[in-house]
């Protein structure tokens, strides 16, 4: 697999996280640990981070905002959210929408194929996406 992997990375725009080291870690009366170093996917400054939502195109236990909250103002909502991964169904809750142009999203479906075929041949079946919305200037 790890060959595998880094060819994706070489030869692909491979959305998956960068895998820098898998080592075995041994625990005295405790056992082994497996531990998987990967890069920070959100390296942006911290303060220009408005929200992070991990998308799975699924609705079934897809929502971080609680029931109680969903009628509160959209912008105080992701304020107090902020600290949260947010889900797929708040994308709703909080009414907002990517938009994408179509050579982009092409680009992004193009590599969302791959890397699910890739993970798919290693019966590797957990996969997201993950989505940093972060401050911007025009």
């Known amino acids: 697999m790890i060959i595998d992997y880094?060819?994706?990375?070489?030869?692909?725009?491979?959305?998956?996280?960068?895998i820098y080291g898998i080592f075995k870690i041994e625990l005295k009366d405790k056992g082994t640990i497996n531990v998987m170093i990967q890069r920070n996917m959100n390296d942006l400054p911290l303060n220009t981070k408005l929200l992070t939502f991990d998308i799975k195109g699924s609705t079934v236990d897809r929502q971080s905002?609680?029931?109680?909250?969903?009628?509160?103002?959209?912008?105080?909502?992701?304020?107090?959210?902020?600290?949260?991964?947010?889900?797929?169904?708040?994308?709703?809750?909080?009414?907002?929408?990517?938009?994408?142009?179509?050579?982009?999203?092409?680009?992004?479906?193009?590599?969302?194929?791959?890397?699910?075929?890739?993970?798919?041949?290693?019966?590797?079946t957990d996969y997201s996406l993950l989505i940093f919305v972060h401050k911007y200037r025009k």
């Open 6 to 18: 880094h060819c994706l990375m070489k030869e692909s725009r491979s959305l998956l996280s960068r």
């Open 65 to 124: 905002i609680r029931k109680k909250d969903e009628n509160i103002n959209k912008l105080e909502l992701a304020k107090k959210y902020k600290a949260k991964v947010l889900k797929d169904k708040d994308l709703g809750i909080l009414d907002m929408k990517f938009v994408l142009k179509n050579d982009d999203c092409q680009q992004l479906i193009s590599c969302i194929d791959n890397d699910t075929t890739f993970l798919q041949n290693y019966e590797v």
